[in-house]
Each structure stands twice: as structure tokens, then as C-alpha cells.
């Protein structure tokens, strides 16, 4: 009995700071309602000359719009030329993420369940793959990219097609972490046929209306107001919930969603973007699996919706932070994840800390990887931020390769002799950034 009553008291105090954990956020009326409340960041300890270089270096990197949000509080918004609180723009690949909160409420409405067969709904011959194969798809699958169909099939195809006769099969499902917007994108039909309403109309229904939320869905990219976005930003903060309101009740499918869903790639959970793991794989052909968070510059709690052309929506519990930037890619043109994450993060800590930027090159060093190493073919190298070059030295410093990169590259290695060599990241000023050794087999 006395380890009963224990056991309650004990899980009652849980409840009671969950509550008063939810009952810290703030959530802003509907646009029509009220104004949206501030908190300055001087409130909060945060430097005016980091947040200068903050503000400076997002406008040299193409943004658009700008916003983060303590506790639920606007503390940042920007906006950079013509564009202003009003303006609309595409999340890409972030809204992914919206769909996966939408898969979520359609379930707990037992409207549909994750292990389904995506043939159940979408009816048989969805993909070209053969029918058992196709049969063995679930709906979880398609949450964590492991469909296992084919994500570069041949032209006129590409990664995002959905018909059926670009859907091919490569390998059993679950088996293969490959980033496909193709077959994610059937999870929308499968959401509006589930329920029986368009999928605009039921994203309204069961979740933007009841977040003051604006947006719509166009040819299966997802558009709003930067507002939006941080809207449902401080959602996913608040784990499914809205000023007491449970908008996801089931909570066992957010803990899910936001954690690793499957061993290839730990970084990944239900369409959403998880740092702080142990490796992670990019978006793209190879299977390399890169050692280390996603962002190692970003706190290791933080979990992000990310698109193409660095549209993001990033969420951090611990700081109770939500950060949102629409705009142009920063760099070169990149699906979800890019050197930009690593940079941004570096600005806005140092601002929220008020300490000195970490320098390049120890961000720089942080972030090279090369796999595999011993190789025997090609080398896959990650992505440095303020890298442009490449260069593969030999034990006599003589350069046997080089390569200009605004990313991820491959280098080919299949034609040197076996033996040592150092591999460098160059800056467009030709100072060396980082430095790796690499063994040729």
C-alpha cells in the first residue's frame, strides 16, 4: 500500500510540473483577436553587437524573414527587402514535418493506423514495385523514409515523383534510409482519403484554426506567412498541445515522431530532423552514415522541420526556443539539411550567450568528416561551412586531387596507390579550414 501511495504521489508531481511546464509558454490569439506579445532581448541577457553580426549575416545569406520565439514570445522578427509580415512563402521539405503531426491526429481519430499497408488505402498498384512488395509498404515507412523504392529512378523521373511508374522498387521496405519526397507525398492523399476531406480542408480543421494558424497546401508544398511557421513551431514546443488544448493527444506518437524512428538513420524520426544523435545521413544517393550530431553548433535537445533552400523551423525544449527563416538558399542549393544550419546556430548562441563567435575553424573541424576511411573507390566528404575547395595531398604534399564543393561532395580515389594521404578544406581564400587523414587501400 505505502509503495502505491508512493508510486502515485510520486507520478502526481510528474503531472503537476508537465503542467506547469506547459503553463510557462505563452500562445498568441488569432491574428483577428489580439497582437502577437514581445519580450526584448535585453530582457533576456542577449548582446546587441552578436545579435548585429546575427542580423548581418542572415541578410548576406539570402532570408527572407527572420523570427524567434522565447517561451511563446516574440523576441526577433526581421524582415529583409521587400518582404514583409504578410508575405507568403513555401516551408519545401518543412512541411513535412506538417504532415507527420496531421498523420498523427488522423490516427488518434482511428482514421488510419501506422503499421496499415499504404495499399489500403491508396488501393493496389500505387508504385511499380511487385505486389508483395508494394504490400509489405506501411504508412510508417513512408513517416521514415524507408519505403525502400527507388529515390533516383531514371528521367523523366526524379526523387519527387509520385506516379506509379516512378515509384520503383529497390529494396525491401525498411531496410534502406533514403530521403524520397515521392512517396512521402502519397501520405497526403492518404490522409485525405482516410478521412474523407481535401487535404487543405482537414490541415484547417483538426489543426491550423485551432492555432490561429494561416497556409494551404499547392501541389503538395505547403505555404504561409513566416507567423505561420513559428505558430506551429510553438506547437511542436508545446508537444502537440494549444493553450490547454490538446491539438495531438496521443503522446506516445509525438515521442515517436521526434525521436530516432529507425537504426539507419538516427537523426530522422517522423519527417522531422533530431540532433543531438550519434550519426546521421543527408539527403541524396549516398548511403554514407557521417559520425556525430546534425548540427553541432545547435543544443542537442533541438528537433527542426527543414526544406529546401534553407527553410527552417527549428525547436528547442530546453531553451524553450522556436526559430523560423524563410528566404533563398544561403548557398548552394541543398534538400532539408545544409552548412547554413551549423552557421546559423553558431550566430545565434553566441548572441543568446554573449560570448565571442566560435571560430571558423573549430567549427570547421567539427563538422569535416570523410567516409569510408581506409577507402578503396571514393571517398564521400561532408560539407564545411566557408569551404569551396578540396584538396587530396600525398605523403609528399604533392596535391593528387582537387575539387570545387559548395556542399557534400565525392571524390574518386580508385586510381592512387595505396598509402597515406591528408585531405583539406579550403576556404575561397585558400586558408586550409580543416584537415583530415585518409588512408588509401
Avoid at 567539427?366 to 566557408?386: D, E, G, I, K, Y
Amino acid at each position: 500500500m505505502k509503495h502505491a501511495l508512493l508510486s502515485f504521489l510520486l507520478l502526481a508531481g510528474l503531472l503537476a510540473g508537465t503542467a506547469q511546464a506547459q503553463q510557462t509558454l505563452y500562445f498568441p490569439p488569432p491574428p483577428a483577436v489580439g497582437t502577437w506579445a514581445t519580450t526584448t532581448p535585453q530582457s533576456l541577457g542577449w548582446c546587441q553587437p552578436q545579435l548585429d553580426s546575427l542580423y548581418n549575416f542572415l541578410g548576406r545569406k539570402h532570408t527572407k524573414s527572420f523570427i524567434v520565439l522565447k517561451d511563446g514570445r516574440l523576441v526577433l522578427e526581421r524582415y529583409y527587402g521587400t518582404y514583409t509580415q504578410d508575405s507568403v512563402h513555401y516551408w519545401a521539405s518543412a512541411g513535412k514535418s506538417l504532415t507527420a503531426m496531421l498523420v498523427g491526429i488522423a490516427q488518434q481519430e482511428s482514421l488510419l493506423s501506422l503499421t496499415d499497408s499504404t495499399s489500403r488505402t491508396l488501393g493496389r498498384g500505387w508504385t511499380s514495385a511487385p505486389a508483395r512488395k508494394e504490400g509489405r509498404i506501411t504508412l510508417r515507412h513512408q513517416l521514415t523514409m524507408t519505403t525502400g523504392l527507388d529515390d533516383t529512378p531514371p528521367a523523366p523521373c526524379d526523387n519527387e515523383s509520385t506516379s506509379p511508374g516512378c515509384l520503383l522498387y529497390r529494396t525491401d521496405a525498411g531496410t534502406r534510409w533514403a530521403y524520397h519526397t515521392g512517396p512521402y507525398r502519397r501520405l497526403l492523399d492518404v490522409v485525405a482519403q482516410a478521412s474523407g476531406l481535401a487535404i487543405n480542408q482537414f490541415t484547417n480543421q483538426r489543426l491550423a484554426s485551432r492555432i490561429g494558424m494561416s497556409g494551404a497546401w499547392a501541389n503538395g508544398i505547403y505555404y504561409s506567412r513566416a507567423r505561420d511557421m513559428a505558430r506551429f513551431g510553438l506547437l511542436a514546443l508545446a508537444r502537440g498541445t494549444w493553450n490547454g488544448a490538446a491539438i495531438l493527444r496521443d503522446t506516445a506518437y509525438f515521442r515517436q515522431m521526434t525521436t530516432p524512428s529507425q537504426p539507419l538513420n538516427r537523426s530522422y524520426g517522423y519527417l522531422w530532423w533530431l540532433n543531438g544523435q550519434s550519426s546521421y545521413q543527408l539527403p541524396g544517393p549516398q548511403q554514407t552514415v557521417f559520425s556525430g550530431p546534425l548540427i553541432p553548433t545547435a543544443p542537442a535537445d533541438l528537433v527542426a522541420a527543414l526544406g529546401k533552400n534553407d527553410q527552417k523551423i527549428y525547436v528547442v525544449p530546453s531553451l524553450g526556443l522556436v526559430v523560423v527563416r524563410q528566404g533563398n538558399s544561403a548557398d548552394s542549393p541543398r534538400l532539408a539539411v545544409s552548412s547554413f544550419d551549423t552557421e546559423l546556430w553558431r550566430y545565434l548562441m553566441a548572441a543568446m550567450q554573449c560570448r565571442p563567435l566560435a571560430t571558423q575553424n573549430a567549427i570547421a573541424q567539427a563538422a569535416a568528416q570523410v567516409f569510408p576511411n581506409p577507402a578503396t573507390q571514393t571517398l564521400t566528404v561532408s560539407a564545411v561551412p566557408a569551404a569551396r575547395r578540396l584538396c587530396l595531398l600525398d605523403a609528399t604534399g604533392r596535391v593528387v586531387r582537387e575539387l570545387v564543393v559548395a556542399g557534400e561532395a565525392s571524390m574518386s580515389v580508385a586510381e592512387l596507390p595505396a598509402g597515406l594521404y591528408l585531405l583539406h578544406w579550403l576556404s575561397a581564400e585558400s586558408r586550409v579550414l580543416a584537415v583530415r587523414r585518409v588512408v588509401k587501400q
